[in-house]
């Protein structure tokens, strides 16, 4: 039986060595990322059964996808693409300090997740689970794939299966306007919401402080659970209209993509594990500041590690 489902994209990321610009870049490190598959396996690190469902091409570069993460103990659930002009979507990561910054630039236009349909992919697998999980970045990709998101979380709840949708707004797939539109389309079906404060702010119109947008958002859509997160501040959730709140921990960051995506991994896999709210959000901010160690999306993390930084920073406070 499978304790989480996933649904969305996922590409190959192809980053130039440090300190080397996209447009002199002779070599590329690659790597497999995308949200809902970056959820997955660190839920499966974490001790859950957790599955991947997904559209991908008929091809070595959709292969590559599957057997990378079935080697993380995902199972991936996939609605194959044998179209001539099927493709995977990549992305390519340039690292940089300030005052550049880090930049990315996406080549996923036409991907076979653009056309997916809920109807195509092994639906079977929500059948027993606890969870169901998908991002905001998956109904930005077409209406195909926003239309599979909803029947996916409809089917889920229908079965009594939980639901979990994390907003993750990218701004290089749609406007503010267009985002909330989707968001709150998917809203009517999602139990458990995750929202960066500054996507609340940006694109759902939310002002006050953390526990404020997280009680309007609960009130106003009937979320069982809404979690706002503020980066190095740390996490809020609101649950049975008690607020709680969690300190990130500290991390020396070698890798910063993919920290949300843990998060939520490892949130979801405490509280399937039967662990309240607080020590939720405790899982997840343990497991975001070890994914900031580890190069590439995924958190390749144990549960031993997880339980480390919680109970050392709970010994410090009380000493």
Sequence with gaps: MTDLVTFGETMLRLSPPEGVRLETAQRFDVRVGGAESNVAVAAAALGLDAAWLSKLPRSPLGRRVVHELRGYGVDAGIAWDDGEGSRLGTYYLEPGGEPRGTDVVYDRAGAAITTVSFDELPADALEGADYAYTSGITPALSDAAAGAARDLLCEARSTGTTTAFDLNYRSKLWDPREAREGYEALFPHVDVLVAARR?????????????????????????????????????????????????????????????????????????????????????????AALKRTVAGDLAVVTPEEVERVVSEEDADISR
């Design 199 to 287: 996507d609340a702010e940006a694109v759902l119109g939310r002002d006050g402080d953390a526990a404020e947008m997280a009680r309007g958002l609960a009130g106003d859509h009937g979320f069982e659970t809404v979690v706002v997160t503020r980066g190095e501040r740390g996490a809020l959730a609101v649950h049975d209209g008690e607020v709680h709140e969690r300190a990130a921990y500290g991390a020396e960051t070698l890798d910063p993509i993919g920290t949300g995506d843990a998060f939520v991994g490892g949130f979801l896999a405490k509280r399937m594990r039967g662990g309240d709210v607080p020590a939720a959000l405790e899982w997840g901010a343990a497991t």
